[in-house]
């Protein structure tokens, strides 16, 4: 085959040629800068260039072990402790420093395996989805990865795709683009061919398509003109960091951090200060104030919130629901908002032809004929020219049509054989403004007749004469559930190709009707939903008659009702009041569903959009996360943020359970750290200033804290409490705050039992101590698990996963035996008298029961939180469409 390059540009060229610097030129001109035509490129020069340009990407997805190991050893205070323990080492203290050396070793290895684990689990997911562009190579169409593209691809835009890299149009019909993403404004953009002056602003280039901007409507084609960090959006992307971005719990992390960087500097510099005054040695000092310091962090944090993230999608891909990326996990976990289409998803979405009816409501077999020739499908191959026997008979399925235009050919009784003396003319096709079909064809008799079928409604407003009893019918028709198409004609002499202007003076044929029964499991759906704390809303284009009576069969609580016509005469402001309190959104366009998406998300609600086909794609994107099925479109999955392998309500609640489940999992660790540990270090803190020895050695906290955070590493696979599911949960540092200073002094109190214990019981001196208290704080602090799980009685109305239980005993097991085996000395132990594991018990004991109490003051108040208002910005809107842009390794360059 002929090459479609006809002047290889060199690779300056490639890289150099800005949407900016192509919008001032004529398309041929860019075309030959390029050195390719309008036929596209061959495969082998596609190949050429992506090695000299590079992948279109703005996002690495790949595990790398050493990051991994570099971010665990970015904790300033691990690196401080370890440097401490090295002039500790140096200065003859080489036992103690060694230990806390393993121990490091061992947090650290233990902190980055899991991690990368969990990374390398999300780079897995990232390699599974992919995003196509349909492009001409070797002068014919083919889908290649978006992040293949290179200059001089010819490139195909459709309504609802996003524009895959910056684009110089070639050709456009009616093409629109939503430019948000750049410039934050929500209105559409005309996009043509002709060049803009120079020095214009990105806003202002009408005849580029850019990266990450999605077709708001039409189609047109386009050459490459920059890809990845050359094109406008990639720079912005870029400039936000080329790894995926971290989640909103990850953020939450991170201002976390800060109340226990203040806590952990306090209190350390008390103790550092206090050893001092006391005349303790300085190395020993600050050994034990930095150990103080790590025994306060919850080390594995991080990893505990990657690996539930990377178990939760292994976890919702067995309930059937597929995630594009780690955080559309915490996006279902947070969505407070349904909005859902009927078809398929409140209904079986099987639709079935019920009858063809004159105006007044009786039987009329010509309204069939009539609606099967103003189908959108080709009429059947043979009726031009076979005899009547050999015609396909009804039941046959015709290519190309829709639902309802396929369940008329497949009608029980359908007078197919009598389309064969028809021929179609002229067709204008179907489309959300007109919600109409008209067609022009030549009767048997030689005559010329236009025939249009559409939403009552819109053909009735056509009819100047509507027959009498023609609204009782509709009105009957659509209270009972039905979906209902209008069928008019009119004479047609002289017209070949039907043009809007046609579409007048028509006369009323009759109503073809169809039924879609609501789905059995949809009713539970919805239920569970409702559970979950989520508001279901319906958006449609069928009639409002008939999505309420759906909705009232399957016990949809009512909130009201408007149409497309009612959703226009409104405000943004007006109507954003509105949508709060409507259920049913009835004969919206695709434009209408993304605009009410927008205005709910102004009003802080997380909303998530279920839709499947092409018109679905544009409130998909304006969804805080977009859902679609196996089954939908292309263009529909494209826009989509997860997947269901089934359209059903009940696996995506199966998918919301789990975002939620992960976020209350990882909570429970974030608030048994912080009490527990504060507690042990408030405690540590006291004893040392009281005490004439250090209470606990530097490297015995360290291994206190290792052991208390390895049997924390099963909390993700815990069960979780229905209640803790009924709304999104978010971070909470008021909350976290008071939890730590309510619990952590109860925790102190029973160190400080102990402590009494120990030298007014047990006369211990500081090995006997140390050891005595290192058993009861690991042993307290882990066994608490169970209690601050669950606002519940555990065990007996809450039980906790098989993971969870044998890794806590597992490890107070390993607390016990310390001070028994061969290490003891090492690690500065000694064996415990056998009476005071019976005090322990005790302790324990008391220590639970008191908890379970405080609990009850604690929570007192309802169970169920307030709704959160959650504001997300533009950056968070750009990261989003960035991770589209993803590669499975370094980008160059960078």
């Known amino acids: 085959m002929e090459t479609a390059v006809h002047a290889l540009p060199g690779a300056a060229h490639l890289m150099g040629l800005s949407a900016g610097e192509a919008a001032t030129l004529p398309a041929v001109q860019v075309l030959d800068r390029l050195g390719v035509t309008e036929a596209g490129l061959s495969g082998a020069e596609a190949t050429r260039r992506l090695a000299i340009c590079g992948p279109n990407a703005v996002r690495a997805h790949y595990a790398r072990a050493l990051r991994v190991l570099g971010q665990q050893l970015r904790n300033a205070v ?49 390699s599974q989805v992919r995003h196509t562009a349909v492009v001409l190579r070797d002068a014919r169409p083919a889908e290649v990865d978006v992040t293949a593209l290179v200059p001089g691809d010819v490139v195909r835009l459709t309504l609802g795709g996003i524009v895959p890299a910056d684009l110089r149009l070639l050709t456009t019909t009616g093409l629109e683009c939503d430019e948000s993403v750049l410039t934050g404004e929500s209105m559409p953009v005309d996009k043509t061919v002709a060049p803009v002056p120079s020095g214009v602003a990105p806003a202002a280039l009408g005849c580029c398509a850019l990266m990450g901007t999605v077709v708001r409507a039409g189609g047109g084609t386009g050459v490459v003109v920059a890809t990845g960090g050359r094109a406008e959006f990639g720079r912005i992307a870029l400039g936000l960091g080329q790894r995926q971005p971290e989640t909103g719990f990850q953020a939450g992390l991170r201002h976390f951090s ?22 303790r040695p300085l190395i020993e000092s600050l050994l034990f104030s930095l150990a103080i310091a790590v025994g306060i962090t919850p080390q594995l944090l991080p990893a505990v919130v990657s690996t539930s993230l990377a178990a939760g999608s292994r976890r919702l891909a067995r309930c059937k629901v597929l995630v594009k990326r780690l955080v559309c996990i915490e996006d279902l976990g947070d969505m407070d908002v349904l909005v859902t289409d009927k078809t398929g998803t409140l209904t079986e979405g ?27 499908s080709d009429l059947p191959a043979e009726a031009a020219s076979a005899p009547e026997a050999d015609l396909p ?10 639902p309802l235009d396929a369940a008329l050919w497949q009608a029980p009784g359908a007078p197919v054989h009598l389309t064969g003396g028809y021929t179609r003319l002229g067709l204008l096709p179907f489309d959300h403004e007109r919600r109409m079909t008209t067609a022009v064809l030549r009767a048997p008799d030689g005559s010329r007749i236009l025939i249009t079928k559409g939403a009552p409604e819109a053909v009735l407003s056509r009819c100047p004469d509507v027959p009498a009893g023609a609204s009782d019918t509709l009105r009957a028709q659509f209270a009972a559930g039905s979906r209902v198409v209008a069928v008019a004609t009119r004479p047609a002499a002289g017209l070949t190709v039907p043009t809007l202007a046609d579409e007048r003076d028509l006369i009323m044929a009759g109503f073809l009707v169809f039924l879609d029964r609501p789905k059995e499991a949809a009713a539970a759906s919805l239920r569970r939903l409702a559970a979950l704390g989520i508001t279901v809303k319906v958006a449609t284009g069928d009639n409002p008659l008939v999505a309420e009576k759906v909705c009232v069969d399957l016990g ?15 405000d943004d402001d007006a109507l954003t009041a509105a949508v709060e309190t409507t259920t049913i959104f009835a004969r919206v366009s695709p434009e209408q569903k993304a605009r009410l998406i927008r205005l709910l998300r102004r009003r802080g609600r997380d909303v998530g959009f279920l839709g499947d086909g092409v018109n679905d794609a544009l409130a998909l994107h304006a969804a805080d996360v977009g859902i679609s099925v196996d089954t939908a479109t292309d263009v529909a999955k494209d826009a989509a943020d997860v997947v269901l392998l089934e359209k059903d309500l009940g696996v995506l609640a199966d998918g919301v359970a789990e975002g939620r489940r992960i976020f209350a999992n990882t909570i429970k660790y974030v608030l048994m750290g912080t009490s527990s540990n504060f507690g042990n270090m408030f405690s540590a803190a006291s004893a040392s200033a009281v005490l004439s020895f250090l209470p606990m050695l530097p490297g015995q906290i360290l291994l206190n804290n290792l052991l208390y955070d390895t049997s924390q590493l099963s909390i993700p696979t815990d069960h979780v409490d229905p209640e803790q599911l009924h709304a999104p949960s978010h971070w909470d540092i008021g909350f976290i705050r008071r939890f730590m200073f309510f619990f952590g002094p109860i925790s102190s109190l029973f160190d400080f039992l102990t402590f009494a214990i120990m030298l007014g019981v047990f006369h211990a001196g500081p090995e006997l101590f140390r050891s005595g208290w290192f058993v009861e704080s690991l042993a307290t602090q882990t066994l608490i698990i169970f209690a601050i799980r669950t606002r519940r009685i555990p065990f007996l109305r809450s039980r906790p996963s098989v993971p969870l239980l044998a890794a806590v005993f597992g490890v107070v097991a390993i607390g016990i035996a310390l001070p028994l085996s061969p290490l003891a000395h090492a690690l500065g132990f000694t064996p415990l008298p056998p009476v005071f594991f019976l005090t322990l018990t005790g302790m324990v004991i008391a220590y639970l029961i008191l908890v379970e109490f405080a609990k009850k003051v604690f929570f007192a108040g309802p169970v169920d939180r307030p709704l959160t208002v959650r504001r997300r910005d533009h950056v968070h809107h750009v990261q989003r469409r960035a991770s589209r842009f993803s590669h499975p390794g370094p980008l160059p360059g960078r």
């Open 393 to 402: 008979t009804s039941g046959s399925v015709v290519a190309g049509g829709n």
């Open 258 to 279: 800060v109340l226990l960087l203040q806590v952990a500097i306090t209190l350390t510099s008390l103790i550092l200060v206090t050893n001092l005054v006391l005349h």
């Open 350 to 376: 099987r639709i079935g032809f019920v009858a063809a009816l004159a105006p007044g409501g009786g039987a009329d077999d010509r309204v069939l004929l009539l609606g099967l020739l103003a189908t959108e």
């Open 78 to 126: 691990l690196v401080l402790l370890a440097v401490t323990a090295a002039v500790s080492f140096f200065l003859g203290d080489s036992i103690n420093a060694v230990i806390i050396g393993v121990i490091l070793a061992a947090s650290v290895g233990l902190g980055s395996v899991n991690e990368y684990r969990a990374e390398r689990a999300a780079q897995a997911l990232h």
């Open 556 to 570: 949809l609580p009512p909130g009201g009702t408007m149409t497309g016509t009612d959703i226009a005469a409104l």
